[in-house]
């Protein structure tokens, strides 16, 4: 069977999900497109490559990315470090002829990602940007019943993303605070998430009028570059640094095909885990869906019988997309790493194939020009249009 050798960049949280999507890939479908080779992990931190290596089961680390991309063994960059790096890394493997898989956002702001497009258009790889929630066979699901009109016109989308792990104002000023390495607070962190929903499901966004909110302006700093997202606290008299990007963002959007809606986001809602919703009506029925309870899809169709008209729980399983390579039952459960085994799935498939594959990088440009939008718009407290010309340049 073919294989693909991957080089992953980035041994953190992401890190760990994604060796395990190589890792899982071929024991959920089979026959597998390929199956991944974990060739090679790069860290700054030569210690974490070390430890990725033998962890996540690579053959082989580096600290310095740029002997990985030189590599000609290397057929896959997976690019999971923090957001100041993606370009000049994605552009350096576009040059070098490796397809490329990159987390989200795609980059600090929409200049920076159409960098990255560019390259990636001009060598001809292929790419794919890690919005992997829409992965989510329940998701997917939706996108279905949309799509074959089960839903008819739809007139609006309501998506929320609400976590509680940085509400604590002593959790530490990670790279996720900070403009120059995360390009965004919330917005860019987990609001391009609900982004990602909005155009899948509905269409492209035009306009947005939003607010931001930086709620804990000072954090203490911490050591190292690994965001702990709030599990480690700062010790007592640690010096704290400015906080420069969105703790929460509200905002309306306007769709291109007349549909209206809101998305928002905040990593200060206590109690809220990983709350990323959507709300969708149209005209002939209802979705909702929550990734608190990702099994499930609520429905609700307005040609039911009066009497019996009500939203109603459809669990995942077989039936359902992804479902021939996930488990047999509905309901047994799917997790986060599901949704990346299935991103992997998608994304070695389209390059064996030579296929079409979303989100690309096409996308997250999209995803990029629409937050910035939505900073601008927070700004300049007035709707503001999603095209190039009247964005701001963010960092
Ligand atoms: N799709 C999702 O659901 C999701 C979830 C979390 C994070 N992310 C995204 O994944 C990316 C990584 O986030 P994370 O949570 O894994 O971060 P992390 O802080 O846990 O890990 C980042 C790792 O990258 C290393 N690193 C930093 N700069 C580097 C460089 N220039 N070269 C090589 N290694 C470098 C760090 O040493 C660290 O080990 C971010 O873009 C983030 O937005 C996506």
Redesign the pocket.
Known sequence: MKKMNIGM???????KAHALSYAAMPMFFWPAPAIPVRKMV????EK?AKDAAERLGFESYTSD?RKMIENPDIDLIDI????D??AEIAIAAARAGKHIIC???LARDAAEAKTMLDAVKASGVKHMV????RRTPAVALAKKYIEEGSLGKILNFRGTYLQDWSADPNSPL??RFQKKIAGSGALG?IGT?VIDFARYLVGEISEVMASTKTWIPERPTQSG???KLGTVKAAENVEKKAVDVDDEFISLIKFENGAIGSIEATRNGWGRNNFLTFEIHGEKGSLYFNYERRDELQVCFADDPEDRRGFRTIYTGPAHPYGEGLWPIPALGIGYGETKIIEIYDFVKSIVNDTEVSPDFNDGYQIALISDAILASAEQKQWVKVEEKSLIKTV
């Open positions: 960049i980035g041994a953190g949280f992401m890190g790069a860290d700054v931190n974490a990315w999971v470090t923090p957001n790096s993606h987390e989200k956002p890690a919005f992997n929630y990670s790279w962190d998430h570059g690994v965001d």
